[in-house]
């Protein structure tokens, strides 16, 4: 058993005697650091799908204003029409 675990077992109210030799602590030491190991597994990827997430929107925008961008035509126009078709379409794909 290493001091720092040595040390919380005595401040949880474990004898130095019990704290030493009851293996019983390291368990529950071991189970507490797998616990924060998942939830810091789990945060990190929840952190990587929603980097992803923004990522893909601004793909999806950024080909959304491609489309759009077409200045020379007439916004009557059958092409202008279809522009704003396309990118709202594009648009579209990011909305569940």
Not at 9 to 16: H, L, N
Not at 19 to 39: C, G, M, S, Y
Not at 70 to 76: D, E, L, Q, R
Request: hydrophobic share 40%.
């Amino acid at each position: 058993m290493n001091k720092q675990l040595k040390e919380l077992a005595e401040q949880a109210g474990f004898d130095k005697h019990h704290a030493e030799h009851d293996t019983r602590i390291e368990r529950f030491a071991e189970l507490v650091r797998q616990d924060e190991r998942d939830k810091c597994a789990s945060d990190y990827l929840q952190d990587c799908c929603d980097a992803i997430a923004v990522a893909e929107h601004n793909e999806r925008e950024a080909c959304a204003v491609l489309v759009e961008g077409g200045n020379h035509v007439h916004p009557k126009a059958p092409d202008a029409v279809w522009a704003k078709t396309v990118a709202k379409l594009i648009r579209a794909r990011g909305v569940k």
